[in-house]
């Protein structure tokens, strides 16, 4: 299957971004797919970006052969891990001299639904490709491909198309409960000390190392911040362990209208998006939802 969101074209240039997405069962069906992706972007002289599990970037460079050196192969198990990293590495690419537009195109190969991610990155994945259609929106010169494996069971045609209105309705949906055994702690402004020394007490006793330990309680701190300037002063922090992870989930009862803070780099001096951002590049996932009257950001911090 093959699902092309681009806008309406003129004269057969594409007049908008480009996202498009395959399912494949097997390796073979994998490397079937994307080479031809790749060699037509390597026919017109586009620069080829393929972010893919390593046994993906194996076999695609094996298919590929002498052209796999023009190609930029990127791990998507450490780019990727949180999905919200993504746009922002993608805006990067874009971003470098030469690149889109009248200059150079960009073809990207982005397998961010990999079989073996948690649920909740699952989640995280489906949202991103949910929001980058509006990301992108405005970058003609950018064609991205999205491979799907067909065990992980998922349809890319709802990611692919309608993705605005998707992306606003998972964004404004809560998380699923935080479970009964999950310590709480409600807190305001001068319990900001307190919070932070109890989670590196609860990180610890799991055998949180010490840097991921300091990298959970700055991401913390700035989205406890966040509550109390904009959630109404005060916040419920829950915390427990799941999947091999540490999760603190930060509520109040705020709202936040932008569907893509923390994946755009916010300005040094602007009042929102600067906590989220953190948590995005700190934390191994980071997730948000946002409606009338409640925001949630659930931080994950790996054990090992």
């Not at 494949?24 to 994307?34: C, K, N, Q, T």
């Not at 460079?61 to 919200?84: C, K, Q, Y």
């Not at 606003?168 to 999950?182: G, H, Q, S």
Request: negative net charge; aromatic residues 8%.
């Amino acid at each position: 299957m093959l699902k092309d969101s681009a806008t309406d074209s003129l004269d057969g240039v594409p007049a908008g971004f480009q996202h498009e997405a395959f399912v494949y069962s097997g390796d073979e069906e994998f490397v079937r797919l994307s080479a031809p992706f790749v060699r037509d972007g390597l026919a017109t002289d586009a620069a080829i970006v393929a972010v893919l599990p390593p046994d993906r970037i194996a076999m695609l460079r094996e298919t590929l052969e002498e052209s796999a050196a023009h190609v930029r192969f990127i791990d998507m198990t450490a780019v990727g891990r949180n999905p919200a990293r993504l746009i922002p590495f993608w805006r990067a690419i874009l971003q470098e001299p030469g690149m889109q537009q009248s200059d150079r195109p960009v073809y990207g190969l982005s397998e961010c639904v990999y079989p073996g991610r948690t649920t909740a990155e699952y989640d995280e994945a489906l949202l991103h490709e949910g929001l980058t259609d509006i990301a992108f929106a405005a970058d003609s010169g950018f064609r991205l491909c999205c491979p799907f494996a067909a065990t992980a069971g998922i349809d890319p045609t709802a990611t692919h198309s309608g993705a605005e209105a998707l992306a606003e309705k998972t964004f404004r949906t809560p998380l699923n409960d935080v479970p009964d055994r999950a310590e709480r702690w409600e807190f305001g402004l001068a319990d900001l000390g307190d919070v932070r020394q109890w989670v590196n007490g609860q990180a610890s006793s799991h055998g949180v190392s010490r840097d991921r330990m300091d990298d959970l309680g700055l991401a913390l701190h700035e989205v406890c911040t966040n509550s109390i300037r904009f959630g109404g002063g005060r916040g419920r922090l829950s915390v427990w362990i799941e999947n091999g992870s540490l999760v603190c989930d930060v509520a109040d009862h705020g709202r936040i209208d932008d569907l893509l803070v923390g994946r755009v780099m916010p300005p040094l001096d602007g009042l929102g998006g600067r906590g989220v951002w953190l948590a995005n590049q700190l934390c191994d996932l980071a997730q948000l939802r946002s409606g009338d009257g409640f925001t949630q950001v659930r931080l994950h911090t790996r054990l090992r």
